[in-house]
Every structure is written in C-alpha cells, then in structure tokens.
C-alpha cells in the first residue's frame, strides 16, 4: 500500500503563516530603494504609513481573492473558476471608467465625491454579480448562472469599452486599473478588507459543508439534508463581496483567486472548511510576496504586481503538476 | 564739565530714541520687502475640494507637465524639489527626481522629499493617499485657455507670491502677446484653410474646443472638427475625407501610412502635399496644455511657412 | 421478507414533467422494510426520474409517505437520517479522502460544525470496512478506479444508517467478483431491516432481489416476484422481444437468467 503522503492542513497552516510573518517583516523593509536599502531608517514614518499597510493590504488582498477563489472552485465544481467569473472584473472596470468619466466634469455631486474610484469600483463589482444572478432566478442549475454571468461580463465590458472611445482621455487610468496595483493602499483600505475579510471567512466556513456536498453531486447534497438553495446564495453573496473588496482596492488582480486553491488542493487533501482557510492563507502570502518583489526587483520603478503573480503562482502549480504526473494514475493498493 | 557730560547724555539719550524709533520704521519697511506668512490662501480646486494653505510653500512636487511649467514661469521654478517622468522644461526641471506617470507614481520616493504642496491632475490615482497622510494636495488639470488663465491664478496665490494677482495676469498677458505674434506671422495664403489635427492614432482629432484647436484658431485656421463633436474625439474617416482639410497636421509616426487610408488620396492637403509631420521633439510640446502654448504656435507657424514659401 | 413488514414508502400518482415531456406518468408503489425492489426498464423509461422524485430531489406531482409520515411534515434533517440515496458518480472535485467523503454520509446525524463524535468514526470504521476499502481510506477519490470509486459512494451511504436506500446504478464500472459482493451487501442491509431500491441495468442482477419494477415510458407496467413468468413476459415486452429465458440451478433454488436475442 503506497498511499500518498499528503501533508497535513495544520502543517500547511503553520508554513504559510510563518512565510507571512517574514512576508510582513520583509515588507517593512523593503522600499524605494529596493532589497539594497534592507536597514531600519531613521525616518520611521516612512515605515508605518507607507510600506506596512502596502504589504498588509496586499496580504489583505490576496487573502480575499483566495477565499473567493476557493468558493467559486467549490460552488460551480470547476477547476476553472476564479473570482471573476461573475462578471465582477468587468463590472470594476465599468464602475472605475464610469467614475472617472464623472471626474472629469468639473461640477461633482456629494455622493461621488464621498464614494470616490474605489467605491465606484466595489459598487461596479456588486452589481454585475447580482445582475447575473437576478438573471438565472429560478434556475437550479449552476450552468444557468455561469452563462448569465459571462452574458453581463460581456455587455459590461463592451459599455466600458464605449466610454473609453467616448472618453479617451481615460484610457490610461482605466488601463492601469485593469492592471492591478498594491502601490497606493493606505491603512483605512487595511481595515476595511479586513473587516468584510474577517465576516467573509466567518460565514464560509460556517458554510462549507455545503461545497463538501457539492463535491459529491448536487443530488446527494440534497439528500444529506444541506439546505442547498439557501446556502448556494449565501456562499454567492460572500464571493461577491470579497471579490469586490479586493478589487475595489487593488484593482483586477489576475491568478491568485484561481492558483490559491489549487496550490492547497496540491498540498493537501481535506474538506473545504480547512481548504477554504487555507486558500486564504495561500492568497496572502502569494499577493504579499509578488507585492515585495514588484517594489523591491527594480526600484524605484514598480512592475506590475499581476504579472508577478502569474509568474509566481504559475510557476509554482507547474512544479506541481510535474511531481503528479511523474506518479501513475491510479495507483491502488487495494485493486484485485 | 558736568555741563558737558549732561549734554552728552542727552545727545546720547536723543539718539537712542532716535535709533529707537527707526526700528519699528525699519521692520515694517522689512515686512514690505519679503514674503512673509501672510493671510491663508484657500482655493477650490479642480475637485471641487476647498484647500487652505497657510504659509507660502517651499518644497514643491508638481505630477503635471503644464502644472510644473507653470510654477517656473511664476518665478518659483527654486522650489520645486520633485516632478513626473513627463516634465522635461526648463533646465533645472530635468535635474529634479521624477516621481513616475499618472497612474504609477512613485510614493515612497515622494514622500521622502517631505513635500509642503504637491499639484496633480485631477484624475491622478495617488491623491486620496497622499491626502490620508496629511501633505496638502491641489489638483488642477487645464483645459483650454481660459481654464489655464485661472489655474495661473490659483497657483500665484497658492504659491503666497507678492501681488499674484499682478503676477498672474503678466504671465497670461505675455503667452496671449507671443500667441498674437505668432499669428501676425502665418502666411496670408495659408489664412481661413480647412485644417485636420490628429492628435492619436486611430482618428483621435483635436476639435476647435481643445487647447490645440484654440491655438490653431488664433492662428486663423479653421478646424474641419467643430466644438459640437467635443474636445478630443474619435471621428469617422469619411467625415474627414468629406470635409476636405486643406493642411493636416500630425505626429510623424502616423504620418507615413497616410496615403494608404482607404479614400483619403481625394483629400486636398494630401493631394497638395500639404501636411505637417511634428516629431516627437515637437510633439510633446505642442501637446503640452501649458504656458508654452506659444512655442507650439511657433513650430507649426514655422511649419506653415514651409508649406508656403512668401 | 416479512409479510408484516411496515411500509418504509409509499408512493401516490407521482408524475415528473420534464418542460412538456412526461417523464414519469402517474406512478403508485409500495416499499417495505426489509425488502430490496430491483427497478428496471429500458433506457428513456424515467427509472432515475422516478427515483430521484421519490427521494425529493426533483420536483413532483403526487404524495409520498415516508415511513408512514406524509413527506411534507418531514423535518429536513430527519429525513436525511432516514433516506439514504446514492447516485451516480458526478465530476467533482477529486481531492477529498476517501475517509472525509464517506464521514460526509455522517452530516444528517452531526449537529452543525461539529466535530466528527466517536460514534460517527466508528460507523465510518465499519461501513469502509464492509466495502473493503478501510485500507485506502487516506487516498484522495481522484486516485481510485471507477469501481473503486463507487464502493466508497456506497460506504457514505451506509454511513447516513437510513432505513430508506434509493441507489441509482449504483454497480457503474464496478467488476464482477465486487458485484456479488454488493449483493451481499444490500443482504445485510434487508435483514437489518432497511429497504432498498436500485435503479439496475444489470437485469440479471436485478432478477437477484426480492421484487422487481419494470418501467416502460413512464409507466409501471408490472410489479412482481423475479423468478414468475408474468415478470419475465412484462420484461421480455419492455424489451422488444428481445430478451431470451435460460433456467439454472442454484442449489435447492431455481433461476433464472435473461440473455440477449
């Protein structure tokens, strides 16, 4: 009998938290100077607000996108899914050209000046998942609602698409948001994210049950007594709002939603309530660390964070994939 | 003897009084003189947000070409500690740190340089940042003349200089007599010619209501893009080729494909060879929505008169 | 198969409408304690409809009693403890361990985020154990065959301890010799007093359990004893004609066994 040796999930969790302890530490000290100018400067405030709420938002971020991440994996029982799948990139996008497009007329109303991009961009977010599930109503099927979703991503980036012809003046800033950035988070967005961070995961955990169910097939859920529908909508509503967090702040991250998860599932097997925690935990450390190395590699200039995440994430999950497949399918000690 | 020493105490006393009382005389001759913490300055800026600014700022950051431009044609240019990647006049500009675009500036590095006023596009991403960490933020972005000649206003007071007001109107009063200059020397034959700006590739053209296309009107031009389309819009190929510009101007990278534009050999300025193609030298200026405004009349009066030799 | 058995359930005019296609028309069975039902028919019969509409997962017209309990007053929980249904094996995610997806057949009887109870690892002990797959329990599902795969469904089946089994093909991919060890199997369960129903296309197998439902387009043509000749005619016209009859001895017993024509 040669069993898998799967590491265990509070293992996992003690490796990540170590790595984000170091992540956090690092971030401190790493700056406009980059790796060179690793030492304690006299200018302390340059540490606390600057780099420490950049490298927690960022930890933040990432921890949001991986639950997200994770929960969409569960829901819609595909490998696929990331946190965009709703239409919520594009509806950040609309909410962002749209409020942009209203700051550059000279006379604001209140609401929008209180509310300001980020808002614009939550609000953009929220909307487009709930208009894709006003769509698919009614419909057990989760299909249905990946369909709805991809039809409002669609529309919403082709109206964003319209302002930015109407508008070219907001190309660029609607450009750079699309990119994702940590660059500018301040702590008021740490607190945030870490409130609707802490509600998120509170509530998925509570409720994940649910996706071990899921895991089996939507009829044996039911049958185990799971109140599938409510839970589903609930689970849904959690997504939206943590994909919306972190966009909102960070902008559209790409791959970390979709590689958090997978790099869990690749570690180790267990239900969802220790996997979705976990993917948490994976996220922070993988947008905390490609945040590091953004500002850190070419200082002072800034790479996108998004194309290290890729680099990062993709990276690691080929590693993986080349250990799994260097291993049989289907290798079973109990097969007469 | 002691008649003598009395006198001289009262010559010595009649002195000191007489020191004395130029010395309140000498001070309020010395608050004349210099720049002193006057009055706050408050203002509405772009955003429509109210800023105060208490003492006269000496540590300046401009993340705006023109804003930059503006502040060293205010005689201030010594205090600007920190520019964008994109300010490159006057001299002294290109010694300073840059501190990135719009979209990606560079906060630490801004930071360090402790500024006292930092002047930024309205649509820059870091000013909610910079605001949450207390450095006062003006956010100004100038459209047209007439939004340039209150944004010069603005800043002169911002700036706490003596007189802004007297300040301001010379800068605006010397751009509109060079702008006038440039205009006295536009070739006659090139006066109330249909004129074609593209300002970026994909047909985005500078209407009769931007910066550029006032500047092309105070050359005598006619812009075939009229303020009803907007500032910069994105036209139709074939309303061009219907309108039939009689000059075109444009960036030289856009210019080499131009008789491959499917219709546009009909066009009279291509037919005619008359068109202007600014390098990008000559580019970044004319784009510039600044007080150098002249300086882009005179490279494309220079170009009109290339195309029609007195 | 006790003829005082209870009714375990009992099924009124169920019909499933598919949009416009009847899928189920007007079905009324009984089940009893103790007794293992064989449903059969061809393919398009509505044998899954019928039984996912007896478990509650799709909507139906029609009443259904649940050990005696109109299904209505049935709590949710409570119901789950007492119907078990094991389906057919979905695409999900692969990478749970065969002990957590067989502890999952255990959520009816766990109160909510509870930790799993001594009671609750000792059921799962057992029921891995009876379908022979205790040894591989830290393998995740992805890593087993189908069949393999399909004994650990059937171990978190037996793990919810329901006095109710609905099975839908539940011997998809499986192998011969583990065949007849199912069959052993859903013996314990009967003499442990549960009812069982599966969906079979295996008819040889099916002609192996106490009654026999015999579906045509959505109808219940015939209910009866395997080995009678009025199922082996209801059989053979569902089928077209198609089916021949060989009689064999099983010891003491006479079978028998339908082959293709």
């Known amino acids: ?336 | 003897m002691r008649c003598a020493l009395r006198l001289a105490c009262k010559w010595m006393g009649g002195v000191w009084v007489f020191w004395a009382s130029l010395l309140p005389l000498t001070l309020m001759a010395q608050n004349a003189l210099t720049p002193q913490a006057s009055s706050p300055f408050s203002l509405t800026d772009d955003r429509g947000r109210v800023v105060v600014i208490d003492k006269a700022p000496q540590r300046i950051i401009t993340l705006l070409p023109s804003l930059g431009e503006i502040v060293c044609e205010l005689q201030a240019c010594e205090r600007l500690v920190g520019v964008d990647r994109y300010s490159n006049w006057p001299e002294r500009v290109k010694t300073l740190p840059q501190l990135g675009g719009i979209d990606d500036t560079h906060l630490e590095a801004l930071v360090k340089l402790k500024p006292d006023l930092v002047l930024l596009a309205r649509s820059s991403r870091v000013t909610q940042r910079l605001e949450s960490m207390g450095i006062t933020v003006v956010a100004l972005e100038p459209q047209n003349q007439e939004d340039m000649r209150r944004v010069i206003q603005l800043i002169a007071g911002a700036l706490h200089l003596p007189q802004p007001q007297d300040r301001a109107l010379t800068l605006w009063q010397s751009i509109q007599q060079k702008l006038d200059a440039a205009a006295l020397r536009v070739p006659a034959k090139a006066k109330g010619m249909r004129i074609y700006f593209e300002a970026g590739s994909g047909y985005f053209a500078a209407g009769e209501a931007s910066y550029i296309g006032e500047t092309l009107k105070r050359l005598g031009l006619v812009n075939v893009v009229t303020p009803s389309m907007g500032a910069f819009p994105q036209v139709n190929p074939e309303s061009v080729v219907k309108a039939n510009p009689q000059i075109i101007f444009m960036g030289q990278r856009t210019a080499t494909d131009l008789k491959n534009r499917p219709g546009w050999q009909r066009i009279e300025a291509i037919s005619q060879q008359r068109i202007c193609a600014f390098t990008p030298a000559q580019s970044d200026i004319i784009v510039r929505s600044g007080p150098r405004i002249p300086e882009a009349a005179d490279l494309m009066v220079a170009c009109l008169k290339r195309m029609f030799p007195e | 198969m006790n003829a005082s058995s209870k009714t375990a359930l009992k099924a009124s005019n169920i019909s499933v409408l598919h949009g416009e296609f009847k899928a189920v028309n007007q079905v009324s069975l009984e089940l009893h304690s103790g007794e293992w039902v064989a449903l059969v028919g061809p393919n398009g019969a509505g044998k899954s409809s019928l039984l996912k509409a007896l478990a509650g997962l799709i909507p139906a017209d029609g009443q259904v009693e649940l050990m005696g309990k109109p299904w209505g007053l049935w709590q949710r929980r409570e119901r789950a403890k007492t119907l078990a249904w094991l389906g057919q094996a979905e695409a999900g995610q692969d990478d749970l361990t065969v002990y957590d997806v067989t502890m999952l057949g255990r959520l009816p009887h766990q109160a909510w985020l509870a930790s799993p109870s001594a009671q609750d690892r000792a059921v799962v002990e057992v029921a891995l154990k009876t379908v022979q797959a205790w040894d591989w329990r830290s393998r995740s599902l992805g890593q087993l065959s189908g069949g393999e795969r399909q004994r650990v469904l059937l171990a978190r089946a037996l793990a919810v301890q329901a006095d109710v089994y609905l099975m839908d093909e539940p011997l998809a991919g499986v192998d011969l010799p583990h065949q007849a060890d199912w069959l052993e199997w859903v013996r314990c369960l009967t003499e442990q007093g549960a009812a069982v129903v599966s969906v079979l296309h295996e008819l040889n197998l099916a002609l192996q359990a106490d009654r026999v439902w015999v579906m045509s387009a959505g109808s219940l043509v015939h209910d009866g004893l395997p080995n009678s000749s009025d199922t082996h005619q209801a059989l053979s016209a569902v089928f077209q004609n198609r089916l021949q009859w060989r009689e064999w001895q099983d010891g003491d017993q006479t079978r028998w066994v339908a082959l293709p024509k």
């Open chain 1, 1 to 336: 009998m040669n069993a898998r040796k799967n590491q265990s999930a509070g293992g996992l969790a003690l490796q990540l938290f170590l790595l984000l302890l170091l992540l956090v530490g690092l971030g401190a000290l790493v700056g406009s100077e980059g790796f060179a100018g690793l030492q304690i400067q006299a200018d302390f405030s340059l540490i606390t607000d600057i780099r420490l709420p950049r490298t927690l938002g960022a930890c933040l971020a990432g921890a949001l996108l991986g639950l997200a991440g994770a929960l969409a994996q569960g829901l819609f029982r595909n490998p696929l899914a990331d946190p965009y799948l709703l239409g919520s990139a594009s509806g950040a996008s609309l909410g962002v050209a749209i409020g942009m497009v209203l700051l550059s007329q000279l006379n604001m109303s209140p609401w929008f000046m209180r509310m300001g991009i980020t808002g614009m961009a939550f609000m953009g977010a929220w909307l487009a998942v709930a208009l894709s599930l006003v769509l698919s109503w009614g419909v057990q099927h989760t299909l249905r609602l990946l369909l709805a979703g991809v039809v409002v991503g669609v529309v919403f980036g082709a109206m964003a698409s319209l302002l930015l012809i109407m508008f070219p003046q907001i190309q660029g800033s609607v450009q750079s948001f699309m990119l994702g950035s940590t660059a500018y988070v301040g702590w008021s967005a740490c607190g945030l994210m870490l409130a609707v961070l802490v509600v998120s995961w509170l509530v998925s955990v509570a409720a994940s049950p649910l996706l071990d169910g899921l895991a089996l097939g939507e009829s044996t859920a039911l049958s185990l007594g799971l109140p599938v529908k409510s839970l589903r909508w609930l689970m849904l509503a959690v997504l939206a709002l943590c994909t919306a967090a972190a966009v909102a702040q960070t902008g559209l991250i790409a791959f970390v939603g979709l590689a958090a998860p997978h790099l869990v599932r690749g570690r180790v097997k267990a239900v969802h309530g220790k996997t979705l925690s976990l993917s948490c935990l994976m996220g922070a450390v993988l947008l905390g660390g490609a945040d590091l190395l953004a500002r850190g590699l070419m200082a002072p200039l800034e790479l996108p964070v998004g194309v290290l995440t890729a680099i990062l994430g993709g990276g690691y999950m080929l590693f993986l994939m080349r250990g799994m497949s260097t291993k049989s399918v289907g290798q079973a000690g109990g097969r007469s």
